[in-house]
């Protein structure tokens, strides 16, 4: 029998379709419901090396000290500290595009954060921007409680 | 096995392992393991050089999960790699950790295997191990009752199921020993006939009570070079050799002919390489990585080369047990904990342990000077191990 | 939790069910689920689920599915105390019938809550000695008498010395009296009712040496009823579900395609090794053991014989959907007319034949009545008839 290899090379459409459960675990759940409760965004403190590491972890990973007792309040404001504009389309983007993920850094923690700037043009956006968490007004139990970052408003 | 220089097992980590472990997250779970293993072997995360990581990543579905668990392993700056074979993997950790200290590019390495099958499907995840074009559709997990249907026609059905649940229930004694496992139901062997009518069955004969555990669960081993092993620890467990065999993806070996198994095949090359004549008297003990108790039955026969039925009867003596003359799983096996990525790992755990003497309330009673532990995984994947408490030769 | 606290609480699990279901839990569900609970409080029940609703009854009434447990058991799976999955495994909750359906009854009902059992004087006074609060009682030795009035009273002194306390019926030279209605010390104990409100009410009359009874409020832990568990507020962990799909494209290559392409025309082919001669199905493009190319295509079959069958109970996704597949299926080897030893072919046989599914017997495959060249092009293999 004769192998035509070209006619014989198709392709055929699968998918890959499974249920997961992720767990937060205790320092996360408590990160979490703290935003969602209180609208506060809290951080640990390493007291071997003085970060501030936000969202929180039980173990800082440079030191491997132990550190999950140490939360400290850190402010809904920051500064970015670096961005990138996100302009092509996917299911999995929290946004449609043009659209901002920017890098925060809360005052009070030494770790930045990445989240969605929203209210400033995409090509106005600058280093050192001081911007505060506009928090969602439905919960998903996620980061994304805090719905996005805008620029605070200059005073008049 | 040609070594440039002995590698040593100094530590031992393990979670415990459980099916709720819903208060951590992947790198709170593998920190706990990395703590305790850091402990028994007295170092802390500078004297390790390099980090291996491994499980399976559809079982959680975390793409490059080594990444995000830099929170929970220490590997912050280190040197890491990532390996992954499926329910082989914590046995392929332990090779690649071998061949990393043996070859000398380092003198401690830290072999992390994981998984938390809580997160996600676990038999979803093993389905699509197939081959998509044409056997994923057929696959049912990791599930079969080919080997009861095999044991039953060669043994008769009675003696089969008998020996099968003793089995099981000898492994069960084991895992209560052991406060890490994650099932421990207090089977006693009165129970025997009972279970064998009544547990619901999975697929053909092969029913609930034999089929193995999902367990979250992390097992992490420090592995050392000599000198290093000899400064850290009174008595490491050394690795004399280790050997993998494969089969072709597609199995291949259903049907009417005869079958040399990889697991027979593994041994006989290991042995002879090794010059152990009669491995029931030479090797003191074995951890075996059973996915169910039909499967642990066979695989006795395959592993200890032995012919007839000496494989039943060694279950039907007690000789499996704690403190029989060969003991199989002290820890209680895969049956009673199977965090996939972690549980082939955890079986050189324990023959590490046992040599060691730091296996606690699962310590065999007798001196154990050689130990031997298999992974399985994928069609008729083996990976054997063998460890010593003398130095091997070089 | 006290004897008296049991005796109902099964037929009360099963009796609130009704009140307990969640719609969604039941929906699409039709079938009866009967319980047989062992030990003296236990019974027989039937929970009729059909149209959203359940009914449950007594006796066993035609189940699908019975669950047979003790009573204890029962209880303890019931609040949680018990992990079902385990209490399975270990033979003390057996399964007949349709084990599948039992799947789904984990979501039929809101937790139960068990009644607070009715609190009575005389068990505050019997558990006073378990509940001594060790720093409250340091350094005082007295004894204080009590006289409950009314149907559910009676007369207790408690003395206290030594840091120990002993509760003994009856009044015995106490130093103090305390007067009191029984609803109204159990109001008190349960602290529904304040203390020095009732004595100022004159709800609560004390004879003797009141400085003695002003400490006695430290001397017990507070009382718990007997089947209110800790009131502590559950620790909330998040956890975040999510179905992760992802769409997939998969090259068939020259060989699988040929393999694939031969199917709508309903011919099943094998490549065979030009050394060892074997057959492959599906074809691979080398053979592994002797590691050369298999050029050759033969066609097989399309009927054979059933070689190795698995009959699966458990009803595992279908990773092509993600959707659960109907039990029992058979997943089968079949050795193909043309084929020997190990040149099976792997799928499934028709759900009805699984009763006659044994090695040698003859099957045919079933075509679908679209080929599109994949898997499913055949249906399933089904048995021969002579």
Same mark, same amino acid.
């Given at each position: 029998?004769?192998?035509?290899?070209?006619?014989?090379?198709?392709?055929?459409?699968?998918?890959?379709?499974?249920?997961?459960?992720?767990?937060?675990?205790?320092?996360?759940?408590?990160?979490?419901?703290?935003?969602?409760?209180?609208?506060?965004?809290?951080?640990?403190?390493?007291?071997? =090396?003085?970060?501030?590491?936000?969202?929180?972890?039980?173990? =800082?990973?440079? =030191?491997?000290?132990?550190?999950?007792?140490?939360?400290?309040?850190?402010?809904?404001?920051?500064?970015?500290?670096?961005?990138?504009?996100?302009?092509?389309?996917?299911?999995?983007?929290?946004?449609?595009?043009?659209?901002?993920?920017?890098?925060?850094?809360?005052?009070?923690?030494?770790?930045?954060?990445?989240?969605?700037?929203?209210?400033?043009?995409?090509?106005?956006?600058?280093?050192?921007?001081?911007?505060?968490?506009?928090?969602?007004?439905?919960?998903?139990?996620?980061?994304?409680?805090?719905?996005?970052?805008?620029?605070?408003?200059?005073?008049? | 096995?040609?070594?440039?220089?002995?590698?040593?097992?100094?530590?031992?980590?393990?979670?415990?392992?459980?099916?709720?472990?819903?208060?951590?997250?992947?790198?709170?779970?593998?920190?706990?393991?990395?703590?305790?293993?850091?402990?028994?072997?007295?170092?802390?995360?500078?004297? +390790?050089?390099?980090?291996?990581?491994?499980?399976?990543?559809?079982?959680?579905?975390?793409?490059?999960?080594?990444?995000?668990?830099?929170?929970?392993?220490?590997?912050?700056?280190?040197?890491?790699?990532?390996?992954?074979?499926?329910?082989?993997?914590?046995?392929?950790?332990?090779?690649?950790?071998?061949?990393?200290?043996?070859?000398?590019?380092?003198?401690?390495?830290?072999?992390?295997?994981?998984?938390?099958?809580?997160?996600?499907?676990?038999?979803?995840?093993?389905?699509?191990?197939?081959?998509?074009?044409?056997?994923?559709?057929?696959?049912?997990?990791?599930?079969?009752?080919?080997?009861?249907?095999?044991?039953?026609?060669?043994?008769?059905?009675?003696?089969?199921?008998?020996?099968?649940?003793?089995?099981? +229930?000898?492994?069960?004694?084991? &895992?209560?020993?052991?406060?890490?496992?994650?099932?421990?139901?207090?089977?006693?062997?009165?129970?025997?006939?009972?279970?064998?009518?009544?547990?619901?069955?999975?697929?053909?004969?092969?029913?609930? !009570?034999?089929?193995?555990?999902?367990?979250?669960?992390?097992?992490?081993?420090?592995?050392?070079?000599?000198?290093?092993?000899?400064?850290?620890?009174?008595?490491?467990?050394? !690795?004399?050799?280790?050997?993998?065999?494969?089969?072709?993806?597609?199995?291949?070996?259903?049907?009417?002919?005869?079958?040399?198994?990889?697991?027979?095949? &593994?041994?006989?090359?290991?042995?002879?390489?090794?010059?152990?004549?009669?491995?029931?008297?030479? !090797?003191?003990?074995?951890?075996?990585?059973?996915?169910?108790?039909?499967?642990?039955?066979?695989?006795?026969?395959?592993?200890?080369?032995?012919?007839?039925?000496?494989?039943?009867?060694?279950?039907?003596?007690?000789? !499996?047990?704690?403190?029989?003359?060969?003991?199989?799983?002290?820890?209680?096996?895969?049956?009673?904990?199977?965090?996939?990525?972690?549980?082939?790992?955890?079986?050189?755990?324990?023959? &590490?342990?046992?040599?060691?003497?730091?296996?606690?309330?699962?310590?065999?009673?007798?001196?154990?000077?050689?130990?031997?532990?298999?992974?399985?995984?994928?069609?008729?994947?083996?990976?054997?191990?063998?460890?010593?408490?003398?130095?091997?030769?070089? | 939790?006290?004897?008296?606290?049991?005796?109902?609480?099964?037929?009360?699990?099963?009796?609130?069910?009704?009140?307990?279901?969640?719609?969604?839990?039941?929906?699409?569900?039709?079938?009866?689920?009967?319980?047989?609970?062992?030990?003296?409080?236990?019974?027989?029940?039937?929970?009729?689920?059909?149209?959203?609703?359940?009914?449950?009854?007594?006796?066993?009434?035609?189940?699908?599915?019975?669950?047979?447990?003790?009573?204890?058991?029962?209880?303890?799976?019931?609040?949680?105390?018990?992990?079902?999955?385990?209490?399975?495994?270990?033979?003390?909750?057996?399964?007949?019938?349709?084990?599948?359906?039992?799947?789904?009854?984990?979501?039929?009902?809101?937790?139960?809550?068990?009644?607070?059992?009715?609190?009575?004087?005389?068990?505050?006074?019997?558990?006073?000695?378990?509940?001594?609060?060790?720093?409250?009682?340091?350094?005082?030795?007295?004894?204080?008498?009590?006289?409950?009035? /009314?149907?559910?009273?009676?007369?207790?002194?408690?003395?206290?010395?030594?840091?120990?306390?002993?509760?003994?019926?009856?009044?015995?030279?106490?130093?103090?009296?305390?007067?009191?209605?029984?609803?109204?010390?159990?109001?008190?104990?349960?602290?529904?009712?304040?203390?020095?409100?009732?004595?100022?009410?004159?709800?609560?009359?004390?004879?003797?040496?009141?400085?003695?009874?002003?400490?006695?409020?430290?001397?017990?832990?507070?009382?718990?009823?007997?089947?209110?568990?800790?009131?502590?507020?559950?620790?909330?962990?998040?956890?975040?579900?999510?179905?992760?799909?992802?769409?997939?494209?998969?090259?068939?290559?020259?060989?699988?395609?040929?393999?694939?392409?031969?199917?709508?025309?309903?011919?099943?082919?094998?490549?065979?090794?030009?050394?060892?001669?074997?057959?492959?199905?599906?074809?691979?493009?080398?053979?592994?053991?002797?590691?050369?190319?298999?050029?050759?295509?033969?066609?097989?079959?399309?009927? /054979?014989?059933?070689?190795?069958?698995?009959?699966?109970?458990?009803?595992?996704?279908?990773?092509?959907?993600?959707?659960?597949?109907?039990?029992?299926?058979?997943?089968?080897?079949?050795?193909?007319?043309?084929?020997?030893?190990?040149?099976?072919?792997?799928?499934?046989?028709?759900?009805?034949?699984?009763?006659?599914?044994?090695?040698?017997?003859?099957?045919?495959?079933?075509?679908?009545?679209?080929?599109?060249?994949?898997?499913?092009?055949?249906?399933?293999?089904?048995?021969?008839?002579?």
């Amino acid at each position: 029998m004769k192998n035509s290899e070209e006619s014989d090379s198709y392709i055929i459409h699968g998918k890959l379709a499974l249920p997961y459960t992720y767990f937060a675990g205790r320092t996360g759940s408590t990160f979490l419901t703290t935003l969602r409760d209180h609208r506060t965004i809290m951080g640990v403190k390493c007291t071997t =090396c003085n970060r501030v590491f936000v969202p929180p972890r039980q173990t =800082c990973e440079r =030191c491997m000290a132990d550190i999950r007792s140490q939360w400290v309040t850190v402010s809904n404001r920051g500064t970015v500290v670096n961005h990138t504009v996100i302009r092509y389309q996917d299911k999995h983007l929290p946004r449609k595009p043009p659209f901002v993920l920017a890098m925060i850094l809360l005052k009070g923690a030494d770790t930045p954060m990445a989240h969605i700037l929203e209210g400033v043009n995409p090509d106005r956006v600058e280093k050192g921007m001081e911007v505060t968490a506009v928090f969602s007004p439905a919960t998903t139990n996620t980061l994304l409680d805090i719905d996005h970052f805008e620029p605070v408003a200059e005073a008049p | 096995m040609k070594k440039n220089r002995n590698v040593g097992v100094i530590g031992v980590g393990q979670s415990v392992f459980s099916s709720h472990r819903e208060e951590v997250n992947q790198p709170e779970m593998i920190h706990e393991a990395v703590l305790e293993a850091l402990d028994q072997a007295g170092m802390t995360m500078d004297d +390790i050089d390099c980090v291996l990581h491994g499980n399976m990543e559809l079982f959680e579905m975390v793409h490059q999960p080594d990444l995000w668990h830099t929170l929970g392993t220490g590997a912050f700056g280190k040197e890491t790699l990532r390996v992954t074979t499926g329910g082989t993997t914590g046995a392929t950790l332990v090779c690649a950790a071998d061949a990393l200290v043996a070859s000398g590019l380092h003198d401690v390495v830290m072999a992390i295997g994981f998984e938390k099958l809580q997160e996600g499907h676990t038999t979803g995840g093993i389905t699509n191990m197939a081959d998509p074009l044409w056997t994923r559709k057929l696959q049912t997990g990791a599930l079969t009752g080919m080997t009861a249907t095999q044991l039953m026609d060669e043994f008769g059905e009675e003696r089969a199921k008998r020996a099968s649940m003793l089995y099981r +229930i000898t492994m069960d004694k084991h &895992a209560m020993n052991n406060n890490k496992a994650h099932r421990r139901l207090g089977l006693e062997f009165d129970q025997a006939e009972d279970l064998a009518i009544n547990s619901p069955p999975l697929v053909g004969e092969l029913r609930m !009570i034999h089929m193995c555990s999902q367990s979250d669960g992390t097992c992490v081993m420090i592995f050392a070079s000599e000198k290093k092993a000899r400064q850290h620890c009174k008595q490491p467990a050394w !690795i004399k050799d280790h050997i993998t065999v494969h089969r072709e993806e597609n199995f291949a070996i259903f049907g009417d002919a005869p079958v040399t198994t990889t697991h027979r095949y &593994a041994a006989e090359k290991l042995f002879e390489r090794n010059n152990i004549m009669d491995p029931r008297k030479e !090797i003191d003990m074995m951890e075996m990585y059973d996915p169910s108790s039909w499967w642990g039955l066979d695989w006795l026969r395959e592993f200890l080369l032995l012919e007839g039925d000496e494989h039943l009867e060694m279950v039907e003596n007690g000789e !499996i047990a704690l403190d029989g003359a060969f003991p199989v799983n002290p820890s209680g096996g895969v049956i009673a904990s199977n965090p996939i990525g972690a549980t082939a790992m955890v079986r050189v755990a324990e023959a &590490a342990m046992q040599i060691m003497g730091t296996a606690g309330d699962h310590q065999v009673p007798k001196q154990v000077n050689t130990a031997l532990a298999s992974g399985f995984g994928g069609t008729m994947w083996t990976v054997l191990t063998l460890l010593t408490r003398d130095l091997p030769g070089l | 939790m006290t004897e008296k606290t049991t005796a109902g609480l099964v037929a009360d699990i099963f009796g609130t069910m009704e009140a307990r279901v969640i719609p969604d839990g039941v929906d699409g569900i039709t079938a009866n689920y009967g319980y047989i609970i062992t030990g003296p409080n236990g019974g027989k029940w039937t929970v009729c689920v059909a149209d959203g609703r359940v009914k449950v009854m007594e006796d066993l009434v035609k189940p699908d599915v019975t669950t047979t447990c003790a009573e204890d058991d029962w209880i303890a799976i019931t609040l949680g105390k018990l992990d079902g999955m385990t209490a399975f495994s270990s033979g003390k909750l057996k399964v007949t019938g349709d084990m599948g359906l039992l799947v789904a009854a984990a979501g039929f009902f809101e937790k139960y809550q068990p009644q607070p059992a009715e609190v009575t004087v005389a068990d505050i006074f019997a558990t006073m000695e378990s509940r001594v609060n060790p720093d409250g009682v340091k350094g005082i030795t007295a004894n204080c008498g009590y006289r409950i009035t /009314g149907e559910g009273g009676g007369e207790w002194t408690v003395c206290v010395a030594y840091g120990k306390v002993k509760v003994l019926e009856g009044i015995a030279n106490p130093d103090v009296t305390t007067t009191c209605a029984d609803d109204d010390w159990i109001a008190i104990t349960l602290g529904k009712l304040d203390g020095i409100t009732a004595f100022s009410s004159g709800k609560l009359k004390v004879e003797g040496n009141l400085d003695i009874l002003s400490t006695a409020a430290r001397f017990f832990k507070k009382y718990c009823p007997p089947s209110a568990g800790p009131e502590e507020a559950p620790e909330e962990l998040i956890a975040l579900k999510q179905v992760l799909s992802i769409p997939q494209t998969f090259a068939t290559g020259p060989v699988m395609g040929h393999f694939l392409n031969a199917l709508k025309e309903k011919k099943i082919l094998a490549n065979q090794c030009p050394e060892c001669q074997r057959l492959q199905i599906p074809p691979r493009e080398v053979c592994a053991e002797c590691v050369v190319r298999c050029k050759e295509f033969v066609q097989i079959g399309p009927e /054979g014989i059933i070689s190795t069958p698995d009959v699966a109970y458990y009803a595992s996704p279908d990773p092509l959907t993600g959707e659960t597949r109907e039990t029992p299926y058979c997943s089968c080897h079949f050795l193909l007319d043309g084929c020997k030893g190990h040149e099976t072919m792997w799928h499934e046989l028709k759900a009805s034949d699984i009763p006659r599914a044994e090695r040698g017997v003859r099957v045919r495959p079933v075509w679908n009545d679209t080929l599109t060249g994949s898997v499913t092009d055949i249906k399933y293999f089904e048995i021969i008839d002579d």
